[in-house]
C-alpha cells in the first residue's frame, strides 16, 4: 500500500534522527485529535525497529477499544517537518500528522495559565 500524500506548505525534509531528537523533548503528542504520552521511543538504525508506539483508548459503540500506532524506522528515513508537525509513516503505510507537545505546554494546560 503506497502511503497517503500530505504535506504543509512549509514541511522540510529531515533525517530520521533528527526527528527522533525532537519527539524525545516531548512529552506528548497529538494525533488524531488525541493528546497521547509515548508508549516506547527507541532508535537504533534498524529498518524493522519500531523507534515509536503510540497506544490511546478510544470508545466505540458504548465499547472501550484499545488503538496502537508503531512506526518502523525504514519506512521513515526521511520525515516531513513543520515547526511542531511531524508526518509519520505508520506500519499500516498510512501518513500520520504528529503534532509535538513540549513540558512546558502541558504544564500550562494544566494549571490554565493561557491568558
Known amino acids: 500500500m ?3 500524500e500530505r504535506s ?3 514541511m522540510k525534509s529531515i533525517p530520521l534522527y ?5 519527539l524525545r523533548e516531548c512529552r506528548a503528542v497529538v494525533i488524531d485529535g488525541k493528546c497521547v504520552e509515548p508508549y516506547n ?16 483508548e478510544e470508545e466505540l459503540d458504548d465499547e472501550m477499544l484499545s ?12 520525515v516531513e517537518v513543520d515547526k511542531k508537525v511531524l508526518l509519520l ?3 499500516d503505510g498510512e501518513t500520520e500528522e504528529l503534532i509535538l507537545l513540549k513540558e512546558m505546554f502541558l ?3 494544566d494549571t490554565d495559565d493561557f491568558n
Do not use: C
Open 2 to 4: 503506497e502511503p497517503k
Open 8 to 10: 504543509l506548505p512549509n
Open 18 to 22: 533528527n526527528a527522533y531528537s525532537l
Open 41 to 56: 521511543i527507541s532508535y537504533s538504525e534498524d529498518p524493522e525497529n519500531e523507534f515509536l508506539i503510540l497506544q490511546w
Open 67 to 78: 488503538v496502537e500506532v508503531s512506526f518502523r524506522e525504514g519506512d521513515n528515513q526521511m
Open 89 to 91: 509513516v505508520g506500519q
Open 107 to 109: 504544564e500550562a494546560q
